[in-house]
């Protein structure tokens, strides 16, 4: 990931993240619609529960970035190549 589309992000989350820095289920729905990854409540939790790899109950900034630009994530019942996440932080 570019140095860019790191700052993006970075930028993404602070936006929806509370004081503590970390994004719970309310705020990571906020940070999907904003990408354009509306999703319904089912949909939030199942992915939420994927991305929160330390299972604290919220999503930090790294674990955010590692799952973005992963190689395939999971969005309305299929499987895409991580170039979805990325025309949203490209670095035009």
Do not use: C
Not at 15 to 28: A, I, P, W
Not at 44 to 68: C, R, S
């Amino acid at each position: 990931m570019s140095a860019k589309a790191k700052d993006d992000v970075k930028k993404l989350f602070n936006k929806h993240s509370g004081h503590d820095k970390k994004l719970g289920k309310k705020e990571f729905k906020g940070v999907l619609q904003k990408v354009g990854q509306p999703m319904s409540n089912e949909q939030v939790t199942a992915l939420f529960g994927k991305v929160d790899t330390n299972n604290d109950g919220n999503v930090d900034l790294n674990e955010l970035i590692d799952y973005l630009f992963k190689d395939h994530v999971p969005v309305h019942g299929g499987y895409h190549r991580r170039g979805m996440w990325d025309h949203h932080f490209r670095d035009d």
